[in-house]
């Protein structure tokens, strides 16, 4: 006898939308660790949040139905946090802390929303920006990037007939079982999922994931998706992202001002967390830059993640900082996350091993990891590069120097201006590929 | 809402049995080929098979529990044909040919049932016999065989978690493809599956079928499993197997009538099939001799099928003969059967292109190639050397001798007869391993 379920497949008959994102806890886990603080502190800034993609030559609104981006986008706005993720939200320890986030905080995240969003599609490509409180906007960037990646893996394979799609992706597992035997083979290994926003697609990321956790064990430490964390007992890991020294580059007065800011971010981020969240990013308006002026409490915190310098050169920049500085890096952590793959790790995990404490953010490269999978060839599930950033806080134009020039986001005299006051030593071009 | 098909799950916990050979179409059409004539002109005769394990180093009584293989082998002889089959095989054509099998042949198909079995497990083997009338014992030997070899497999996946299977499989449908796009550079290849006694299991040949189907379009001329070759309007493919001229030579009264039974066996043949379907098997006693004395009539068949030589050599032996007999090979037919893999299929497609039509029958590393997939390591699911054999005939004793001695079988005393008889030129050994 042939089994099939009516009811479901009467339903399926009707199908009108499969929703990528499906709960709020479906984003980054440092996403709700700002939001708390951003709350706290900077309730009143309005920030605008602006799709970029760095990938010109794929034109996405030619790949991408505007109808499917939209009902995608409003189906996100309906989502609320449910009782079971606020719970656990408030009695879960992240990092070893109970009651991370306050009850106060959770009783607002029970009433949040997503805000509203501008769409237009102009000359192939989307503008899409989130005006409105930086408590709100702050929280569209992840599902934005995730909805924008998914419906453009979705578009690649909607002609693709049964057979196919089963190759493609038993070629991919077998590939990330490949990359899976090969970190085993670094003991020490810790390593965690960065890649919910440029994910081929939930279920696949939720695979991944998996994957790790069955092929890695303790060398699995935890994944930044704070649902995938949820429902899989695994640690939710991150901490903060570049939009803190940006808005608050954006607000500051005077180029001085400007110029402290990347150290009152920090001033304001160890008020709200300690311990293994007190993580330097210190890349936002170039490292060196960064280093040189950093007061020296900033070398008492466990640990930086060097974000777009070349991982071998950005880490030992830290360390001989930290040895200057009278630490021992030995003590110190170092978390490595820009466009990771098994090659950099290993390389990375070797040059710096009994150094320094590493750990790894693996993103694009573990759950969008299709090229060469499609048994029909073409390029359209490669990864691309595609970011939202703060563009303007209250107004005024936000900035990102970066390490590497090719990841510099802002209107151009403003980056010269903060090019200006931090300079531009140590930066180095590299193409931006994920 | 979590969507779970409540009857299906019900039914799913009380499993009983999940029976592997489920049609009585789910064999090797050349079994049905040499029925009808086995019927026809050999009624009388009595057969005995048995099963022959040549990797006696797998110990399978120790991996197959003896009341799951009894509960196999004994839902097999449930199996009736049923009327969708028997229309099927009454109105299809094969090779070409409408009503290959006759009314009266067809009509007798629908009382056919598997007739009984010994078993007994000694010394970590099973001895497992099939006694009694030819036309019903011969019908066991792929099912048995496919019962068998899925049953090592379950056995091997018992203990494996839902994560550990889906990574083994990802990687065998992987492997396979690989294995198809290097077949399609080949041009002119025509290959069919031949995978079904030594198959991992069912639905496995199913998908390989399908993937063959799906990527290799002409090149794929058909499957040998019949019930494969229905569902799927593929081509059904093959012709007489070694346990003609071996029951032809057991039931012979003298040395002279052995040596003539291969040449008798084709006659029989002839005067029930034609066209593609005039295929000879050489090697029951070896090719060389089955050349040597061959009659003249025998170099106009339509081809020759190698199944035991080095097939470079087997192949450069029949050429040569037909060349001596004043015959173009080019318009001759070889089909390379013996444990063919991509490898040697490339080789040997490469050698023989433009000198004779060929074909390649591809077996267990079609099937049954999952060297390497398993995540935890380990060999048990290595293909073996299973056979099912006729050893007896009206209770004399039937032999095989191959080009390949590992291959022979038999009661040595016979063997040193039969080697008299058909000598040993030409016999070489090499290990088989599929």
Same mark, same amino acid.
């Given at each position: 006898?042939?089994?099939?379920?009516?009811?479901?497949?009467?339903?399926? &008959?009707?199908?009108?939308?499969?929703?990528?994102?499906?709960?709020?806890?479906?984003?980054?886990? @440092?996403?709700?660790?700002?939001?708390?603080?951003?709350?706290?502190?900077?309730?009143?800034?309005?920030?605008?949040?602006?799709?970029?993609?760095?990938?010109?030559?794929?034109?996405?609104?030619?790949?991408?139905?505007?109808?499917?981006?939209?009902?995608?986008?409003?189906?996100?706005?309906?989502?609320?946090?449910?009782?079971?993720?606020?719970?656990?939200?408030?009695?879960?320890?992240? @990092?070893?802390?109970?009651?991370?986030?306050?009850?106060?905080?959770?009783?607002?995240?029970?009433?949040?929303?997503?805000?509203?969003?501008?769409?237009?599609?102009?000359?192939?490509?989307?503008?899409?920006?989130?005006?409105?409180?930086?408590?709100?906007?702050?929280?569209?960037?992840?599902?934005?990037?995730?909805?924008?990646?998914?419906?453009?893996?979705?578009?690649?394979?909607?002609?693709?007939?049964?057979?196919?799609?089963?190759?493609?992706?038993?070629?991919?597992?077998?590939?990330?079982?490949?990359?899976?035997?090969?970190?085993?083979?670094?003991?020490?290994?810790?390593?965690? #999922?960065?890649?919910?926003?440029?994910? &081929?697609?939930?279920?696949?990321?939720?695979?991944?994931?998996?994957?790790?956790?069955?092929?890695?064990?303790?060398?699995?430490?935890?994944?930044?998706?704070?649902?995938?964390?949820? #429902?899989?007992?695994?640690?939710?890991?991150?901490?903060?992202?570049?939009?803190?020294?940006?808005?608050?580059?954006?607000?500051?007065?005077?180029?001085?001002?400007?110029?402290?800011?990347? @150290?009152?971010?920090?001033?304001?981020?160890?008020?709200?967390?300690?311990?293994?969240?007190?993580?330097?990013?210190?890349?936002?308006?170039?490292?060196?830059?960064?280093?040189? &002026?950093?007061?020296?409490?900033?070398?008492?915190?466990?640990?930086?993640?060097?974000?777009?310098?070349?991982?071998?050169?950005?880490?030992?920049?830290?360390?001989?900082?930290?040895?200057?500085?009278?630490?021992?890096?030995?003590?110190?952590?170092?978390?490595?996350?820009?466009?990771?793959?098994?090659?950099?790790?290993?390389?990375? @995990?070797?040059?710096?091993?009994?150094?320094?404490?590493?750990?790894?953010?693996?993103?694009?490269?573990?759950?969008?990891?299709?090229?060469?999978?499609?048994?029909?060839?073409?390029?359209?599930?490669?990864?691309?590069?595609?970011?939202?950033?703060?563009?303007?806080?209250?107004?005024?134009?936000?900035?990102?120097?970066?390490?590497?020039?090719?990841?510099?986001?802002?209107?151009?005299?403003?980056?010269?201006?903060?090019?200006?006051?931090?300079?531009?030593?140590?930066?180095?071009?590299?193409?931006?590929?994920?």
């Amino acid at each position: 006898m042939a089994v099939t379920d009516i009811a479901t497949r009467t339903y399926d &008959h009707g199908w009108r939308l499969d929703p990528i994102v499906r709960s709020l806890l479906d984003t980054d886990f @440092y996403k709700l660790l700002m939001l708390q603080m951003i709350r706290h502190l900077h309730s009143d800034v309005r920030a605008t949040f602006s799709l970029i993609n760095r990938s010109t030559s794929i034109r996405l609104a030619d790949v991408i139905d505007e109808g499917e981006l939209r009902a995608q986008l409003d189906h996100a706005r309906t989502l609320r946090f449910s009782k079971k993720e606020l719970i656990w939200l408030a009695g879960n320890s992240f @990092y070893g802390q109970q009651r991370m986030f306050s009850p106060d905080f959770i009783a607002w995240l029970a009433d949040f929303r997503l805000p509203e969003y501008e769409l237009q599609a102009i000359d192939g490509q989307y503008r899409l920006r989130f005006e409105g409180p930086w408590t709100h906007t702050t929280m569209w960037e992840i599902p934005a990037l995730s909805i924008i990646n998914e419906l453009r893996a979705r578009a690649a394979m909607r002609d693709k007939g049964r057979f196919a799609l089963d190759v493609l992706y038993a070629r991919a597992k077998a590939r990330l079982w490949e990359k899976v035997e090969r970190l085993r083979a670094l003991p020490d290994l810790a390593i965690s #999922d960065f890649g919910t926003r440029r994910r &081929h697609g939930f279920l696949w990321q939720r695979w991944c994931v998996e994957a790790l956790k069955e092929g890695l064990g303790r060398r699995f430490i935890g994944t930044s998706n704070v649902l995938l964390a949820m #429902d899989n007992d695994l640690e939710a890991i991150g901490t903060n992202a570049h939009e803190l020294p940006m808005v608050m580059a954006a607000l500051a007065d005077s180029d001085e001002a400007v110029a402290a800011s990347p @150290y009152r971010v920090l001033e304001e981020w160890k008020a709200h967390y300690g311990g293994n969240l007190l993580i330097v990013l210190p890349d936002a308006f170039g490292t060196a830059a960064f280093l040189e &002026h950093a007061p020296d409490w900033v070398a008492d915190w466990t640990g930086f993640r060097p974000d777009s310098a070349p991982p071998i050169e950005g880490g030992e920049q830290i360390i001989r900082w930290w040895q200057e500085r009278g630490r021992d890096p030995k003590s110190k952590l170092l978390i490595f996350s820009d466009g990771m793959d098994v090659d950099s790790i290993e390389t990375v @995990y070797r040059r710096f091993q009994g150094r320094v404490r590493m750990s790894f953010g693996w993103g694009t490269n573990l759950t969008n990891d299709f090229r060469g999978c499609d048994p029909d060839g073409g390029t359209a599930l490669e990864p691309i590069s595609l970011v939202a950033k703060v563009i303007e806080a209250n107004g005024r134009p936000a900035v990102k120097l970066s390490d590497n020039p090719a990841k510099a986001t802002g209107d151009p005299a403003e980056i010269a201006r903060y090019l200006r006051i931090f300079g531009a030593s140590g930066q180095s071009a590299s193409a931006v590929r994920v």
